[in-house]
């Protein structure tokens, strides 16, 4: 069965011990490898979130799950109160502008289609 962590774990705290204790669980979920990670819900953890307010989330998550086995996704029309639809995809993009074409199709597009069972 695959198993979807939402949200990221939603990392409320986000203290120094908050985010270790987050990024441990993190490790211990990665371990199962019928699990994967939906990156989104930033707007639920910080209506004012900024880039780099989600720029650490996302690279831990990539860094620990790795492109395979993570994705992004909407929390569309929850995080509305914290920016808009585009806003939010753009910085997707911007925070993965270093990962390669295969790895950001991975997460943006083949992961998704594969772990929903979408049509290609």
Same mark, same amino acid.
């Given at each position: 069965?695959?198993?979807?962590?939402?949200?990221?774990?939603?990392?409320?705290?986000?203290?120094?011990?908050?985010?270790?204790?987050?990024?441990?669980?993190?490790?211990?979920?990665?371990?199962?490898?019928?699990?994967?990670?939906?990156?989104?819900? =930033?707007?639920?953890?910080?209506?004012?979130?900024?880039?780099?307010?989600?720029?650490?989330?996302?690279?831990?998550?990539?860094?620990?799950? &790795? /492109?395979?086995? /993570? =994705?992004? &996704?909407?929390?569309?029309?929850?995080?509305?109160?914290?920016?808009? *639809?585009?806003? !939010? @995809?753009?910085?997707?993009?911007?925070? !993965?502008? &270093?990962?390669?074409?295969?790895?950001?199709?991975?997460? =943006? @597009?083949?992961?998704?289609?594969?772990? *929903?069972?979408?049509?290609?």
């Amino acid at each position: 069965m695959q198993f979807v962590l939402s949200h990221c774990g939603l990392p409320q705290n986000r203290s120094g011990d908050g985010i270790e204790r987050w990024r441990n669980a993190l490790r211990e979920f990665s371990k199962r490898h019928n699990v994967v990670c939906k990156m989104s819900g =930033f707007g639920m953890m910080n209506r004012s979130w900024q880039i780099d307010d989600i720029r650490p989330i996302i690279l831990d998550i990539i860094g620990v799950f &790795g /492109c395979g086995r /993570c =994705f992004f &996704g909407s929390n569309f029309p929850v995080d509305r109160f914290a920016g808009s *639809y585009k806003r !939010t @995809w753009l910085a997707f993009f911007e925070v !993965t502008n &270093g990962l390669s074409a295969s790895e950001r199709n991975a997460v =943006f @597009w083949a992961n998704p289609v594969r772990v *929903y069972r979408l049509p290609g």
